[in-house]
């Protein structure tokens, strides 16, 4: 899928739009991502594919890690600012009412989400 960015203030993050169908969903993978880089994983490249049978998926690389702009090694965000960040995405894929799928510590700021923007949240998926 084509890389995309958006911005969270100062932050560039980079996502991926990729499925089709009437579902919204966002994928916040786990600390440890970089968007190209899953793709050649032949398992996770079969594992997005089939997230994109179910529907609209934006995937993204969230702010420190793989694509998205670094952070300083002092620099440890709250939740709330990763939450701000998860939103610029949901925000820049058009989504209304989306599917929060959390990989591991990733589950925090997606439930986070969703209770902060429970109109904009159909559902909660925490891995």
């Not at 991502?33 to 996770?44: D, G, H, I, S």
């Not at 179910?54 to 702010?63: H, T």
């Amino acid at each position: 899928p084509d890389l995309q960015y958006t911005r969270n203030g100062e932050v560039a993050l980079a996502f991926q739009l990729f499925g089709s169908g009437p579902l919204e969903l966002v994928y916040a993978p786990q600390w440890i991502n970089n968007l190209e880089l899953a793709w050649t994983n032949p398992l996770f490249a079969r594992f997005l594919t089939r997230l994109g049978s179910l529907g609209r998926v934006a995937f993204f690389d969230r702010r420190g890690t793989g694509l998205s702009d670094r952070l300083a090694a002092t620099d440890a965000p709250p939740l709330e600012t990763l939450m701000d960040d998860l939103e610029a995405v949901v925000d820049a894929a058009g989504f209304e009412r989306a599917v929060l799928f959390g990989g591991s510590d990733a589950a925090s700021v997606c439930a986070l989400f969703a209770a902060t923007h429970p109109a904009r949240t159909s559902a909660l998926i925490a891995y």
